[in-house]
């Protein structure tokens, strides 16, 4: 069974970095490579909304209101995604969430609480 573990959340100063992991585990490092990643995010009151996907060979996506100041990326041999975002704002305040899509088969992790707070 595929789990999908984050791990990195933080309480962080306006201006601060985070560094978010997500580690899959129950699938082979090849089986791996073929899955579509993603990175949520949802504030309290609010709708969760995608922050940055990575899939295939395509281009990573990030969403507009974190563009230039992240990066998503895999290591497929240790079955891991990373987001990386600097320049927070308390609008980033949110529980961060690592998705898998293979097939139409959709995996959640439990999500990792980041609050940007001066």
């Known amino acids: 069974q595929v789990q999908l573990v984050e791990s990195g959340g933080v309480t962080v100063q306006p201006g601060g970095t985070l560094s978010l992991s997500c580690k899959v585990s129950?699938?082979?490092?090849?089986?791996?490579?073929?899955?579509?990643m993603a990175w949520y995010r949802q504030s309290p009151g609010k709708q969760r909304e995608l922050v940055a996907s990575?899939?295939?060979?395509?281009?990573?996506y990030y969403a507009d209101s974190v563009k230039d100041r992240s990066t998503i990326s895999r290591d497929n041999a240790n079955k891991e995604v990373r987001l990386q975002m600097n320049s927070l704002k308390p609008d980033d305040t949110a529980v961060y969430f690592c998705?898998?899509?293979?097939?139409?088969?959709?995996?959640w992790g439990q999500g990792t609480q980041v609050t940007v707070s001066s």
């Open positions: 998705w898998r899509n293979w097939a139409s088969d959709v995996v």
């Open positions: 129950g699938v082979s490092s090849t089986l791996f490579s073929h899955f579509n």
């Open positions: 990575i899939m295939g060979d395509f281009k990573p």
